[in-house]
Structure formats: structure tokens, C-alpha cells
């Protein structure tokens, strides 16, 4: 079975909208490596419809600038939307957002590599909430960015923590799985 992989970077008061005002202040080489890694372990991407039209306008103008932004427009692209019924960015395939816990279980069962996704949205909520999200990555960078919006709807689930990995610029990425309903960790 593949894994969906979610990925996420967030300040320390817990922002994950507006990267593009912090996140960049904190890329190495170290981060780097291992967004690399993430993302060529993946055959896939999994997204909201926001995250996938703010990737698709980023993205596709970076085609052959390097080996990461050619594997980020040439990967499989699943989007769970309620308005979109098609995509322009590469191999894209909706899944209706009514359908969506189904379509994703389905993808899983399929061979594959991981399945990777960016962000922590309603979508990766959804999935966390059926069983469905196997890993999180958060990517604390040691930044307050004055506007926390990660838990701003009271979303609330209890992860276990799996391992740390501090990264040269002092980016912490915290690695989660799920917790049962009970809030025990989940056998391993």
C-alpha cells in the first residue's frame, strides 16, 4: 500500500498561508536534500484546488530551470475540488470533494511510490480524520509571522511523534503519524 506523505512548512505561531513572506529566508542546501528526497521518493501529488493553482501558476514557469522543477511539473497530480473538473498542470485527475475519502483510499491501494502533499488545508484534514494520512512533516522554521492559522478553525487530532530531524538553519521538521481515537499512539 502507498503512503500519503504530508508535508507542511509553519512558523512557530503556527502560520502555513504566507510562506512566501518568511519560508525562504530559511532555504539551504540542507532543506534542500531533503525536500528532494520527499519529492522524488513520490510518484504522485495530492492536493486542495488553492494549493493546486498556486503550484500550477509557480511551477509551470519554472519548467527546466532544474531536476526539481521538472519533477514537480512532470508528476501526477490528483486535486480534490468541488469547482474544478480538469486541470492544465501535466497528468492532472480531480476527485470531486464529496468523493474524495473513497478516491484517495482508492489511489492508496494502487501501485505506486508515496503519494506526496503540500500543506495542511481542509483536505489533509479530511484525510487525517479517515485514516488516511500516514506521515506529517512539519517543517517549524524558527520564525513568528504574526498570523497562526494552522488550528485557527479548532481543528484538533492527536499525533505521535516519530522522529526530529534540525536542519542547518535551525528549521526543526517534525515528523507525525496518527494516534488512534483513543489518543494512544498507533501500533507501529
Same mark, same amino acid.
Given at each position: 500500500?502507498?503512503?500519503?506523505? /504530508?508535508?507542511? &512548512?509553519?512558523?512557530?505561531?503556527?502560520?502555513?498561508?504566507?510562506?512566501?513572506?518568511?519560508?525562504?529566508?530559511?532555504? !539551504?542546501?540542507?532543506?534542500?536534500?531533503?525536500?528532494?528526497?520527499?519529492?522524488?521518493?513520490?510518484?504522485?501529488?495530492?492536493?486542495?484546488?488553492?494549493? &493546486?493553482? /498556486?503550484?500550477?501558476?509557480?511551477? !509551470?514557469?519554472?519548467?527546466?530551470?532544474?531536476?526539481?522543477?521538472?519533477?514537480? /511539473?512532470?508528476?501526477?497530480?490528483?486535486?480534490?475540488?468541488?469547482?474544478?473538473?480538469?486541470?492544465?498542470?501535466?497528468?492532472?485527475?480531480?476527485?470531486?470533494?464529496?468523493?474524495?475519502?473513497?478516491?484517495?483510499?482508492?489511489?492508496?491501494?494502487?501501485?505506486?511510490?508515496?503519494?506526496?502533499? &503540500?500543506?495542511?488545508?481542509?483536505?489533509?484534514?479530511?484525510?487525517?480524520?479517515?485514516?488516511?494520512?500516514?506521515?506529517?512533516?512539519?517543517?517549524?522554521?524558527?520564525?513568528?509571522?504574526?498570523?497562526?492559522?494552522?488550528?485557527?478553525?479548532?481543528?484538533?487530532?492527536?499525533?505521535?511523534?516519530?522522529?526530529?530531524?534540525?536542519?542547518?538553519?535551525?528549521?526543526?521538521?517534525?515528523?507525525?503519524?496518527?494516534?488512534?481515537?483513543?489518543?494512544?499512539?498507533?501500533?507501529?
Amino acid at each position: 500500500m502507498r503512503k500519503i506523505i /504530508n508535508s507542511t &512548512y509553519l512558523s512557530l505561531d503556527g502560520d502555513i498561508e504566507k510562506l512566501d513572506q518568511w519560508s525562504f529566508d530559511y532555504w !539551504s542546501d540542507d532543506l534542500e536534500r531533503y525536500a528532494h528526497k520527499l519529492l522524488f521518493a513520490a510518484d504522485a501529488l495530492l492536493m486542495g484546488r488553492e494549493t &493546486y493553482v /498556486n503550484f500550477e501558476s509557480a511551477w !509551470s514557469r519554472r519548467a527546466g530551470a532544474d531536476a526539481f522543477s521538472d519533477r514537480m /511539473n512532470g508528476i501526477d497530480k490528483y486535486v480534490v475540488s468541488s469547482t474544478l473538473t480538469g486541470g492544465d498542470w501535466g497528468a492532472t485527475t480531480v476527485f470531486p470533494r464529496d468523493r474524495a475519502v473513497e478516491a484517495v483510499a482508492g489511489l492508496k491501494e494502487q501501485p505506486g511510490g508515496d503519494i506526496l502533499m &503540500y500543506g495542511f488545508g481542509p483536505v489533509a484534514k479530511s484525510l487525517l480524520a479517515h485514516g488516511l494520512l500516514d506521515e506529517i512533516h512539519f517543517w517549524l522554521h524558527p520564525v513568528i509571522a504574526g498570523g497562526g492559522s494552522l488550528a485557527a478553525d479548532g481543528f484538533q487530532d492527536r499525533l505521535k511523534h516519530v522522529r526530529t530531524e534540525v536542519l542547518d538553519t535551525g528549521v526543526v521538521v517534525l515528523v507525525y503519524t496518527p494516534a488512534d481515537a483513543k489518543g494512544a499512539a498507533a501500533p507501529e
